[in-house]
């Protein structure tokens, strides 16, 4: 966290609550670390999903 930065204006980007524990910046956002790891899990739970419930592309079906 830069030295300039006032800890009362910094929410965390997930929950929106002020930092109480350490933080982390990813792409301009400060995120609790927990939070962070959550969102992760979640997306890649998502992504886990999706490649399940769509077929891959560039393979035909078999015909029968």
């Known amino acids: 966290m830069p030295y300039s930065t006032d800890v009362h204006a910094i929410h965390?980007?997930?929950c929106g609550q002020t930092p109480a524990?350490?933080?982390?910046?990813r792409d301009?956002?400060?995120w609790h670390a927990s939070c962070w790891h959550e969102g992760a899990r979640l997306l890649?739970?998502?992504e886990r999903i999706a490649r399940?419930?769509?077929p891959p592309l560039g393979i035909p079906a078999p015909h029968s």
Request: with cysteine; aromatic share 6%; net charge positive.
């Open 44 to 46: 890649a739970n998502a």
């Open 21 to 25: 524990t350490a933080m982390i910046l």
């Open 52 to 54: 399940s419930l769509t």
């Open 28 to 30: 301009g956002l400060y």
């Open 12 to 14: 965390c980007a997930r």
